[in-house]
């Protein structure tokens, strides 16, 4: 079992940047790629990045491209995302996922690939 605890939303203005943690507990050797994933109210899960433990390769979602950072620390077993000028539709509870495998791409986008998933922060933008 991984235990994902997020951190680190809140309210900001539309432009403005949060930078969200994740904390990973438990058999954390057996996770390989860690995700970023949002859901806003009344739509599906998307993806929003994924960056793989041990070579650091990252991955995004189109409409998070340039604005929107992922990284890790290793030796925290903490996953982040900084996100950068914000806006309105970024608004969404942000979850944190894990899963045993690597990927790539597009499959990383893959919601049902994930092993573990956190509870969830809530991300809201204000125009």
């Known amino acids: 079992q991984v235990q994902l605890v997020e951190s680190g939303g809140g309210l900001v203005q539309a432009g403005g940047s949060l930078r969200l943690s994740c904390a990973a507990s438990?058999?954390?050797?057996?996770?390989?790629?860690m995700a970023w994933f949002r859901r806003a109210p009344g739509m599906e899960r998307d993806f929003v990045a994924a960056?793989?433990?041990?070579?650091?390769?990252?991955y995004y979602a189109d409409s998070v491209k340039g604005r929107f950072t992922i990284s890790r620390d290793n030796a925290k077993n903490t996953v982040y995302l900084q996100m950068n000028s914000l806006k309105p539709e970024d608004t969404a509870v942000y979850y944190c996922a894990s899963r045993w495998d690597y990927c790539s791409g597009y499959a990383c986008a893959d919601a049902g690939r994930y092993n573990f998933w956190g509870q969830g922060t809530q991300v809201t933008v204000s125009s």
């Open positions: 438990g058999r954390t050797a057996s996770s390989n790629t």
């Open positions: 960056i793989r433990w041990s070579s650091g390769s990252t």
